[in-house]
């Protein structure tokens, strides 16, 4: 049974940072894409940034320079460093995986299995 389990959400001021993590166990993929969404109230759910074969990351442009994604070696975790938060990246944010990235990366509905979510809040 596939589970992602991510930690690290929490509240921070407009400019200061936060660290999410993921650990992932029990699939079977030879290669995988793993990725983070976020889903404001209201809204919905987007890509945030992901990471595929070959430690090739993407992100989305209202991200880009702020936030770096990675993985371990053993590809069963990964970690979103956000820096410069604004209050406009508040929101649940949800570990997810597939086989593959590709062009795709940002849609939700590709992707084979989520984490529970871990909520982030931004204050101005």
């Known amino acids: 049974q596939v589970q992602l389990v991510e930690s690290g959400g929490g509240s921070a001021q407009a400019g200061g940072s936060l660290t999410l993590s993921c650990v992932a166990s029990?699939?079977?993929?030879?290669?995988?894409?793993m990725a983070w969404f976020r889903q404001a109230p209201g809204a919905e759910r987007e890509g945030v940034a992901a990471?595929?074969?070959?430690?090739?990351?993407y992100y989305d442009d209202s991200v880009k320079g702020r936030f770096t994604i990675s993985q371990g070696h053993a590809k069963t975790t990964m970690s979103l460093q956000m820096n410069s938060l604004k209050p406009e990246d508040t929101g649940m944010y949800y570990c997810?995986?597939?086989?593959?990235?590709?062009?795709?990366?940002?849609?939700?509905?590709?992707?084979?299995?989520w984490g529970q979510g871990t909520q982030v809040t931004v204050s101005s």
């Open positions: 990471i595929g074969g070959g430690q090739i990351a």
């Open positions: 029990g699939y079977t993929y030879t290669t995988i894409c």
């Open positions: 997810a995986v597939k086989f593959f990235c590709g062009i795709n990366w940002p849609r939700p509905g590709g992707y084979d299995y």
